[in-house]
């Protein structure tokens, strides 16, 4: 299972993005996918995560969207509102049904204020 990212940028406050992860290989399901960020110095947290529920991190939810084009293999992430916060390095993960997790290789978001 290979995942790849995309559609990071730059941005100004209040703009909006759109990252793309295209999933490939061979898996039967998906059990869930979503997206992590890695700010400089952080810990990697959760952004979104979509599986029978989906949840989102407290300090993105009403900006932030997570969708799937089941037909594609891709999953998105429509970033809208962004804030300097917004900074960091975007990972896309999937859980295929009886595999462990994989990820993408992350695409960088900066935020201008």
């Known amino acids: 299972v290979q995942l790849q990212a995309s559609g990071g940028g730059l941005v100004q406050t209040g703009g909006s993005l759109r990252l793309s992860c295209a999933i490939s290989?061979?898996?039967?399901?998906?059990?869930?996918l979503g997206w992590y960020r890695q700010a400089p110095g952080m810990e990697r947290e959760l952004v979104v995560s979509?599986?029978?529920?989906?949840e989102y991190a407290d300090s993105v939810k009403g900006r932030f969207t997570i969708s799937r084009d089941i037909g594609k293999n891709t999953v998105y992430l429509q970033m809208n509102s962004l804030k300097p916060e917004d900074t960091a390095v975007y990972y896309c993960f999937a859980d295929p049904k009886y595999r462990g997790r994989y990820w993408g290789q992350g695409t960088q978001v900066t935020v201008s204020s």
């Open positions: 290989g061979r898996f039967s399901s998906i059990n869930s």
């Open positions: 979509s599986g029978t529920t989906t």
